[in-house]
């Protein structure tokens, strides 16, 4: 009897509590947090901007990299490669300025240093038309419209000028100011570089330009008097000068008229679509300060050249 009323006045009592509640005002800030979790209007939005950067990371994934070798980045040079590009004439080192960038990519790509190949092409016969054996060249290899016809240029990693060079004792040409001072002087470069067009466009002597297979022929020109100066990116010409031929000088560096810096890019075989991806280790190296650290310590001893007007 008594448990039968004391259910009773339960079941009651929770009917009364039931029909409060419902009567009872709402929390405006629980139903507005309710209904933006159900209202797809608000539901939050993909960023397209991460989206992207998601995409382009996983086609840059080392796994599906478009190789020349699988599991391998071939990268290729001249030979010999000369400082301050590389040193000791070996590109594996990682030492000098285009070995220790050729590395840094390879590493923002993924590669491990055992996972790069390096392989010689003479510098000529890099940017010419048809397949290539390499993922990318790496060389001093100046980005022309010319050029870029007949294969695909990365970004620049290094903007370069043009330095002249002659012997500073016997030399009547060692104390010129301006470029206007070689117009009677029998100058040279390597054949297929922008050094050599330099002469013929900037510096525009009257008698033509020698023409060399290598630098280390035109040295050796230079050395024995058969021309009167060569011209090399300023680099390699500060190398020349304090290293290889210690009579020589490096009388100044110059940029062309148009007011263009020279910019180096690496060299891969047209339309390869890898190029995207080396873009983007080069951006990341750009950024992080990378690629300026590798150059304060390989070539920080080209800055101080007068100029050639």
């Not at 478009?66 to 040193?87: C, G, H, N, S």
């Not at 003479?122 to 010419?128: H, L, M, R, V």
């Not at 695909?152 to 012997?167: E, G, H, N, P, R």
């Not at 992080?288 to 310590?297: A, F, N, P, V, Y």
Request: net charge negative; hydrophobic share 40%; glycine share 4%.
């Amino acid at each position: 009897m008594h448990l039968r009323s004391r259910n009773r006045r339960t079941a009651v009592a929770a009917l009364l509590l039931a029909v409060l509640a419902a009567c009872s005002p709402t929390d405006d800030s629980t139903d507005s947090a309710t209904d933006a979790t159900t209202d797809p209007s608000s539901a939050p939005t993909s960023d397209p901007a991460s989206d992207s950067t998601t995409t382009a990371a996983d086609e840059c994934a080392k796994d599906k990299l478009p190789l020349y070798e699988a599991d391998t980045l071939t990268i290729a040079t001249d030979d010999p490669a000369f400082p301050p590009w590389f040193v000791d004439f070996d590109p594996t080192n990682g030492k000098g300025f285009e070995s220790a960038v050729a590395y840094a990519v390879a590493s923002e790509m993924g590669f491990s240093g055992d996972e790069v190949s390096w392989i010689t092409v003479p510098f000529n016969a890099s940017y010419q038309p048809g397949p290539k054996k390499f993922d990318f060249d790496i060389n001093q290899i100046s980005i022309t419209a010319k050029r870029a016809e007949s294969v695909t240029f990365s970004d620049s990693y290094y903007s370069a000028a043009q330095a002249v060079i002659t012997l500073k004792d016997t030399s009547p040409f060692a104390f010129a100011t301006t470029l206007a001072d070689f117009a009677a002087a029998k100058l040279g470069a390597q054949v297929g570089t922008t050094s050599l067009d330099a002469i013929t466009s900037e510096i525009a002597p009257r008698q033509p330009p020698a023409v060399f297979d290598n630098t280390n022929d035109a040295k050796q020109a230079l050395l024995n008097g058969s021309v009167d100066a060569i011209v090399t990116d300023l680099p390699t010409a500060f190398y020349i000068t304090a290293v290889e031929i210690p009579e020589g000088t490096l009388v100044g560096q110059f940029q062309p008229t148009s007011g263009e810096t020279e910019q180096f890019g690496l060299l891969l075989e047209k339309d390869n679509e890898l190029v995207d991806c080396v873009n983007q280790a080069l951006t990341s190296l750009s950024e992080d300060g990378t690629l300026e650290k590798i150059e304060q310590r390989w070539l920080s001893n080209v800055v101080d050249v007068p100029e050639l007007g």
